[in-house]
């Protein structure tokens, strides 16, 4: 089972920037669908970014849209994710995951894929932003 790693939290003030890295701890994911969620204390996970391997637009959370971007590491198949501009509000753990199995780019940006149970989790990385 391969289990995903994430990096790049930590602390910044109100505009600042942070890049959070995915990495797996053996081989290359095989999964052709991958994205960032995050979770604040008392909220629901939202899911904030997600990208397809097989290309097309990426997509974003209301919230973050025009701050964030997510990409991807070819060699191990892992998401990055970008975050610019943040906010007090972004303040939360962040998650990577990937989609175990292969879905369509339609399925991949709606989320159909994020309830499956056989999908590829990291233990997460704190992200907070001061005002």
């Known amino acids: 089972q391969v289990q995903l790693v994430e990096s790049g939290g930590g602390s910044v003030q109100a505009g600042g920037s942070l890049s959070l890295s995915c990495a797996s701890d053996g081989d290359a994911v095989r999964s052709n669908c991958m994205g960032w969620f995050r979770q604040a204390p008392g909220k629901e996970r939202e899911r904030i970014a997600t990208?397809?391997?097989?290309?097309?637009?990426?997509y974003y959370a209301d919230s973050v849209q025009g701050r964030f971007t997510i990409s991807r590491n070819s060699a191990k198949n892992t998401p990055y994710l970008q975050m610019n501009n943040l906010k007090p509000e972004d303040t939360a753990m962040y998650y990577c995951?990937?989609?175990?199995?292969?879905?369509?780019?339609?399925?991949?940006?709606?989320?159909?894929?994020?309830?499956?149970?056989?999908?590829?989790w990291g233990q997460g990385t704190q992200v907070t932003v001061s005002s």
């Open positions: 990208i397809y391997t097989g290309g097309g637009s990426p």
């Open positions: 995951a990937a989609a175990a199995g292969t879905w369509s780019w339609g399925d991949c940006i709606k989320g159909a894929w994020t309830s499956y149970h056989k999908n590829y």
